[in-house]
């Protein structure tokens, strides 16, 4: 269920890491020196705060109940949602900038849950195997996210949508795989149940 989850996951933090910089083109006009720094800020500023908040939350709830390690990443999924959308369809450039910050924050929150479960799940002479089967199912899922975006935005092209437009209906549509990577995340939480913390209250 987390391998799911963080597929899904990682197609949405592809398409929006690669289509914000020509949104913020074509709805602001900001210039190329301009998109570097907002762009870099935005990806390196929002992963960090979301692999940072992530981790520190897992170690300090997860010790009490492993659930968390699936409730954190799940609420993170759709948190994502609303933020998302705000980032796409608002009108003001310091608003969407900030929502996108967020956006990014929330897709990467996965990152240590996926990390923890798959070493912690397996026996150590199954980890490094866990590990590549986590990735390779990550990217051949993700690689699904331009396919639709991309579908989505053409389709919007040729019924007389403009440029702006066409990348929010992809973004909508893209933004609503949220609700079922949140869905398998609970899933996953819901299985975590069994898997009681040492005594210590270190995994």
Known sequence: ????????????????AALTAPYLSRMFHFTLAELGILIG????????????ASGFACD?????????????????????IPFGLLEFYLGNSTLAL??????????????PSNITLT??????????????????????MGSSGPFLF???????????VNNVQSVRCGSVVLLAVEVIAAFYF?????????????AGGRI
């Open 186 to 198: 609970w899933k996953c939480a819901a299985h975590l149940g069994w898997w009681t913390v040492p």
């Open 98 to 111: 900030a929502a996108g910050v967020v956006t990014i924050c929330g897709l990467t929150v996965f990152a």
């Open 41 to 52: 800020l935005l990806l390196g500023g929002g992963g960090m705060l979301g692999n940072l």
């Open 60 to 80: 300090k709830l997860g010790r009490r109940d492993p659930r968390w390690f699936g409730f954190i990443p799940g609420i993170a999924s759709v948190m994502v």
């Open 150 to 160: 991309g579908f989505v935005s053409d389709y919007s092209l040729r019924h007389d």
């Open 119 to 140: 070493q912690n799940l397996m026996v150590p002479h199954m980890r490094a195997t866990a590990a590549s089967i986590s990735l390779l199912a990550t990217s051949l």
């Open 1 to 16: 269920y987390m391998i799911v989850a963080v597929g899904l996951l990682a197609g949405v933090w592809g398409v929006l």
